[in-house]
């Protein structure tokens, strides 16, 4: 399995157009109080924790077309918050991988996937579902948001057992264009940067603004996490929901 990294922290970076998207982690971030995100969900490859999701019904869960490869065979861990061996946590089967039919990782559009697990979960105060946007709601540049996963702690740093958060606060469209020229699509993608981001490890992992995924984890500066000059990107979900209803009752 090829594992990209995408890294996004705090310092100048010296290739604007060395963003590629990757297995996004939490930086400058704090552990979230223990499943305070039960639609949180760990995408798995042989054991190892490799993408975030969320459980948007008790059998699909949405994350980023880019963190599955064709012939991968990803588990989907529900209800935890600490990844080491000493949690008991619920562990599914993907029946279906349904990436978009348009993503194209570089430049990294339509980066969006459902899966649908081969049975349904049952949900419980550890387990639980997160709301998507309604038609034609988007977020207002200022909003602070948040973001949380089990990705490195800060660049080519260690991985957490426990599920990390941070606050971020999204950046304008027009600014985002600035730093990412044409790598970014304002009318699928949101950008935002804070005190604390994304990186790797946390790609496909929400974007939650007032209790709704607006977002998925999808790429930022190549070099370091949480980049300044280059605000994480993520896909814009309220530009896929014709997409994820069509899916949800046709596959």
Excluded at 8 to 28: C, K, M, N, Q
Excluded at 57 to 74: I, N, P
Excluded at 84 to 103: F, G, L, R
Excluded at 163 to 190: F, P
Aim: proline letters at 4%.
């Amino acid at each position: 399995m090829t594992i990209m990294i995408i890294s996004l922290l705090l310092l100048v970076s010296l290739v604007p157009d060395v963003t590629f998207t990757a297995r996004v982690g939490i930086v400058d971030g704090t552990e979230a109080k223990p499943h305070s995100r039960p639609y949180m969900v760990s995408l798995q490859y042989d054991g190892e924790h490799i993408c975030g999701g969320s459980l948007i019904t008790e059998e699909f869960v949405l994350t980023a077309a880019h963190c599955w490869e064709e012939g991968d065979v990803l588990t989907v861990v529900v209800g935890a918050h600490d990844l080491s061996k000493n949690e008991i946590y619920n562990s599914y089967e993907v029946a279906s991988y349904i990436p978009h039919q348009d993503y194209e990782l570089n430049p990294d559009l339509n980066d969006i996937m459902l899966l649908k697990l081969k049975k349904k979960v049952r949900l419980s105060n550890s387990i639980g579902l997160i709301s998507l946007p309604k038609d034609g709601e988007d977020v207002e540049a200022d909003t602070i948001c948040s973001v949380a996963g089990w990705g490195d702690l800060w660049s080519k740093g260690p991985v957490p057992d426990r599920l990390m958060e941070a606050e971020t606060v999204i950046v304008n469209d027009a600014e985002c264009e600035r730093r990412w020229g044409s790598e970014y699509v304002a009318s699928e993608m949101i950008c935002a940067y804070g005190h604390g981001g994304s990186c790797n490890g946390d790609s496909g992992g929400p974007l939650v603004c007032n209790n709704t995924a607006v977002g998925i984890t999808a790429f930022g500066d190549g070099y370091l996490c949480n980049s300044r000059l280059y605000p994480n990107a993520y896909t814009k979900i309220s530009a896929y929901l014709q997409w994820i209803r069509f899916k949800l009752e046709n596959v």
